[in-house]
């Protein structure tokens, strides 16, 4: 065999053919490159497996070795080093296991550069979504139950995703059609999959549609999991509502699959009160789980209720969702009361999960305004860390968030008091809406200080645990989908705004004691704010609506139609500053002209002034 390659070799020579160039690797293909503040990203196709790439980068000169990147990933991260030039020219090489070079790539014009928050909220959003788009089960649609998970899809981690198209569509991502071809795959896979009542089971085998079971006799109908996917399912129903065949297919099949769960075959008994998580063919109710909160199970009362063919009884909301005896809390943590819920709210997933859809902004019952409640619960989380009382390495008001996650001995549910020092990075980004200051602090936190270590090709990895020196590589699509949605509907209510505009939600709020409230604030505090007239007005360009009075706690400002459709969300100013509006609506696009309205809210006080925008 040398000696064969050694006369190979000689006539190659001879023949003025270079051996090396010819057996030399293709190189990636390079789809684009994106500069961040502290990393750069590229993303790559090729079909062929090597080693790992090369990153070459030119300011003046010739090219230079940047560093390696292992090979595998669709997703590329440079992360910056010491030294390292503001800008440059960057391309690729695929590297062979015997260190043979492809030839570059084509190049492209990167920069490290300071990030603005909204660039800072684009960058996490895009990159989580990717699991919900890139990592979903191609046949199905999908999404997996966790990073490499194969076959096995999750009902209620799927539920979360597909709030995650219109998203993607709105911030131009995707396409419509892409979006809309993607739901329709995953409706037309959970309309044939197996069903118990009209539930699906908590896990599915994306292949076949049958159940996976999730424990021994958890192997049917899992309630809590099919309520988190009717919760997606209402809200991209009432997204796509053009008059183009697969928008109304797509309305239509949610429409039938909406009306066949049976949500009164799970009360379990005729006279029941209280809604039971699972059923199963083999086992029939001997999983025995009662539901009733404070949990992350109140969405499935509310479409329970709500349910246009299979309701329960409205009075099942009080009687058995609300009837434990730890349902009222009223103690206050670190100054701040939780109404109900456990002490120090528990963990923070039962702050997102019934909420991605569910907008309990301006609604309250008997017991609490539920957003304020979980605003509570949020600070309170934030405060824990920053107060540290059991000493863990890296908490402080930046560095926190506790959840049900991965974790240094497998799966576990984090809250203030059952708390082992890790932090899951979903528990205070999907807390958005709630604390929008600390939670961006966060964001900036983690990628600043812990870089890859926390971040990977789908944004931030599940968990980390500083004390430990743990770092997990895991994604999981319970913890992925809440940070895209709750960050989203704290950008422009974009989620909130559709869910709500199903038609089975405004009387089941009724009919359950939910009514309209202004934002909650201490009745001690002095108010008295106004509007002073906006200039100019008509306007093309800004106008700015000065803000006058006393008023020492929050407000929120949103410009509206002339129907009625809410337009923007502002940054809320304080009394002696200025609102500011340049016409565009809540993805930086000019609106049209004509009249709008902008309506300040606050503590029972809602001040209005009309607007006209002349292009």
Not at 6 to 23: H, Q, R, Y
Not at 143 to 158: C, D
Not at 175 to 194: D, N, P, Q, S, W
Not at 408 to 435: C, K, Q
Request: include cysteine; proline fraction near 5%.
């Amino acid at each position: 065999m040398k000696s064969i390659l050694t006369l190979l070799s000689v006539f190659c020579f001879l023949a003025g053919v270079n051996l090396e160039a010819v057996a030399a690797p293709n190189p990636p293909v390079l789809v684009w490159g994106k500069g961040y503040e502290y990393h750069l990203e590229f993303k790559v196709s090729t079909a062929t497996v090597y080693s790992k790439y090369r990153l070459y980068r030119k300011t003046t000169g010739g090219w230079q070795l940047a560093g390696e990147i292992p090979f595998g990933k669709t997703y590329l991260h440079y992360w910056k080093k010491e030294g390292d030039p503001e800008s440059a020219l960057y391309a690729l090489k695929s590297v062979d296991g015997g260190g043979t070079e492809s030839v570059l790539t084509d190049s492209v014009s990167l920069s490290f550069s300071a990030m603005t928050d909204d660039a800072y909220l684009d960058m996490v959003q895009e990159a989580t979504f990717r699991y919900f788009w890139d990592h979903a089960h191609p046949g199905s649609g999908m999404a997996r139950e966790r990073y490499g998970s194969g076959n096995t899809v999750t009902t209620g981690g799927s539920g979360f995703g597909i709030m995650s198209i219109p998203v993607a569509i709105e911030r131009g991502w995707i396409t419509r059609e892409e979006g809309l071809a993607h739901v329709k795959k995953m409706v037309l896979f959970l309309r044939g999959a197996e069903k118990f009542h009209g539930a699906w089971s908590h896990w599915i085998n994306a292949s076949t549609g049958k159940v996976i079971p999730f424990g021994t006799k958890d192997d049917g109908g899992d309630l809590v999991e099919t309520a988190f996917m009717i919760q997606g399912l209402l809200t991209v129903k009432q997204y796509f509502n053009g008059t183009a065949g697969d928008e109304v297919l797509v309305r239509t099949l949610i429409d039938m699959i909406w009306k066949a769960v049976e949500w009164d075959w799970y009360l379990r008994y005729s006279n029941s009160k209280t809604l039971y998580w699972h059923w199963s063919p083999n086992y029939g109710w001997e999983m025995n789980f009662q539901l009733k909160g404070w949990n992350e199970t109140m969405i499935t009362y509310l479409l329970a209720i709500a349910s246009p063919t299979h309701p329960i009884p409205a009075d099942c909301f009080k009687q058995g969702w609300a009837s434990a005896s730890y349902y009222k809390n009223g103690k206050t943590f670190y100054g701040y009361k939780i109404d109900v819920g456990w002490d120090y709210g528990g963990p923070l997933f039962f702050a997102h999960y019934s909420f991605l859809g569910f907008d309990a902004r301006e609604l309250k019952d008997s017991f609490t305004n539920y957003f304020n409640n979980n605003k509570n619960v949020a600070i309170i989380h934030n405060l824990y860390s920053k107060a540290n009382p059991k000493k863990y390495k890296g908490y402080n008001e930046y560095c926190w968030g506790l959840t049900a996650s991965d974790d240094p001995t497998g799966y576990r549910v984090h809250e203030p008091t059952n708390d082992n020092g890790t932090i899951s990075p979903t528990a205070a980004l999907a807390s958005m809406p709630y604390t929008p200051v600390q939670s961006l602090n966060a964001i900036k936190h983690f990628y600043s200080v812990y870089r890859d270590s926390v971040w990977g090709e789908y944004g931030f990895y599940d968990a980390f645990n500083p004390g430990l020196n743990w770092f997990a590589t895991s994604y999981l699509a319970i913890d992925q989908g809440p940070i895209i949605a709750m960050i989203e509907n704290h950008r422009t209510g974009l989620l909130w705004n559709n869910f709500m505009k199903n038609p089975e939600i405004a009387p089941m709020l009724t009919a359950i004691g939910l009514v309209p409230t202004d934002v909650v604030e201490d009745p001690d505090r002095g108010i008295d704010f106004h509007l002073d007239p906006a200039y100019p007005n008509p306007f093309n360009g800004e106008v700015q609506i000065p803000v006058t009075g006393k008023f020492s706690g929050s407000f929120r400002a949103e410009v509206f139609s002339l129907t009625g459709q809410k337009i923007k969300t502002l940054p809320s100013v304080l009394p002696g500053e200025t609102l500011r509006w340049d016409g565009s609506d809540h993805f930086g696009r000019p609106v049209a002209s004509g009249i709008y309205f902008i309506r300040l809210t606050g503590s029972g006080k809602v001040l209005t002034q009309k607007l006209i925008y002349q292009k």
